[in-house]
């Protein structure tokens, strides 16, 4: 099965960090925009950051400050450091891109911010 895995959620007090970390199959990173993504409980699916294939980073207002999204093309792997973190940023965050038509998605993984 072709898609990003992701990896280094997990429990953390109010404004302390976490890093994610992404790894994906060459045919999905190579040249492609890479995107975090995160779903809180009973909310939509929502952007966090994307960055492009030569690094240029984009970011969600709620981002903007706090996390930054970078890529490692020798490593096929995208991160996003997460700093200042609040209990509103909990939920399963998901790593993707698209590669023509389709959306490739990770399975996700849980960050849980306590107050």
């Known amino acids: 099965q072709v898609q990003p895995v992701e990896s280094g959620g997990g429990l953390v007090q109010a404004g302390g960090s976490l890093r994610l970390s992404c790894v994906a199959p060459?045919?999905?990173?190579?040249?492609?925009?890479m995107g975090w993504y995160r779903q809180a409980p009973g909310k939509q699916r929502e952007l966090v950051a994307t960055?492009?294939?030569?690094?240029?980073?984009n970011y969600a207002d709620s981002a903007k400050g706090r996390f930054t999204i970078s890529r490692d093309n020798a490593k096929n792997t995208v991160y996003l450091q997460m700093n200042s973190l609040k209990p509103d940023d909990t939920g399963v965050y998901y790593c993707s891109t698209m590669v023509g038509p389709l959306n490739y998605w990770g399975q996700g993984t849980q960050v849980t911010v306590s107050s």
């Open positions: 060459g045919r999905l990173f190579s040249g492609n925009t």
């Open positions: 960055v492009t294939s030569g690094g240029y980073p």
